[in-house]
């Protein structure tokens, strides 16, 4: 059975820093797309970016471009979402998903395999 577990959420002033991790069990994540995804109280869930099964490629949301990065530490079986300079607008719950990919192993769609999800909470 798979799981994916997040963690590294927490409270950060504006301008600060955070790392989620997600980590699998039952899978190794090395060889798929993993995206995350953020949801932020009354409003709908949110693309934030994503990693191709060979991590040659990763994408992310307009808000979060050059600020937030993704990575692998395949030696821990997980992906990793830095976040800087974040903004009170980045508080959410993120989540982390195995993705359905294409031919070029690039992330397309959500897959089943979700997280439980990590608190984020930006202060002004």
């Known amino acids: 059975q798979v799981q994916l577990v997040e963690s590294g959420g927490g409270l950060v002033q504006t301008g600060g820093s955070l790392r989620l991790s997600c980590t699998a069990s039952?899978?190794?994540?090395?060889?798929?797309?993993v995206g995350w995804f953020r949801q932020a109280p009354g409003k709908e869930g949110e693309f934030v970016g994503a990693i191709s099964s060979s991590s040659f490629n990763t994408r992310y949301a307009d808000s979060v471009k050059g600020r937030f990065t993704i990575g692998r530490d395949n030696a821990q079986n997980t992906v990793y979402l830095q976040m800087n300079s974040l903004k009170p607008e980045d508080t959410a719950v993120y989540s982390c998903?195995?993705?359905?990919?294409?031919?070029?192993?690039?992330?397309?769609?959500?897959?089943?395999?979700w997280g439980q999800g990590t608190q984020v909470t930006v202060s002004s």
């Open positions: 998903n195995i993705g359905n990919n294409n031919i070029y192993g690039n992330y397309v769609t959500p897959g089943n395999y």
């Open positions: 039952g899978r190794t994540l090395w060889n798929y797309p």
